[in-house]
């Protein structure tokens, strides 16, 4: 998907990009029922909401503004309702960069909420707090999120969309267990999942639950 011309970029890239070879491991597998989440039809979601994460370091909240990217907005709200964020880690954490989250503990689970979404134009910069889709090339968005530590404006011009901010407890995700940074296997975690991870990576911080909270504070300027 992108030009890489240094090796800075190459590892960026790397470290937001939802891991190929698990997207087409997973993909030859087909879905299974008994899902530990209930699939709900894709509907619009309300123009502003907060959702308020809890997590194994502690709770943050965010809120989601649609119009900054209206088809990543109506995934994410798709997820929430669903309850699909249970027990999710962190898989890559860089200080000073981004948090990345969004693979399913369950492999089953998670193979059947890879399906992609269209891109949305991006219309608000890769800001500190800000919350986005990690992918794999264009069109890839489905379950993998990442949310920025510094002002990543780099990020903008490889179409990265974000679609909405932290705005209660960005102290917390800066607390997140950072000391695996890239280590963590994205096509074992989609083999094996948490059992995977909880083995080889025991001191990962993961999210507990993600609710819809109320209204954002403001809606997109």
Known sequence: ????KSADLR???AILSVSVMAIACSRESPPQDGDSTTRVETATAPDSFRVAFETTRGNFAVD???AWS???TDRFHELVSAGYFTDIAFI????????????HGDPAVNRRWERPILDDPVVQSNRRGTIVFATS????RGNQFFINYSDNTRLDGMGFSPFGRVVEGMNVVDSIYSGYGETPDQSRVAAEGNAYLKREFPRLDYIKSVRIAGPASARAP
């Open 64 to 66: 989601v503004i649609r």
């Open 11 to 13: 590892r960026l890239t």
């Open 70 to 72: 209206p088809r990543g």
């Open 92 to 103: 890559r954490v860089l200080p000073g960069f981004v948090a990345q989250f969004g693979m």
């Open 1 to 4: 998907m992108f030009v890489r």
């Open 137 to 140: 090339g264009p069109n890839t």
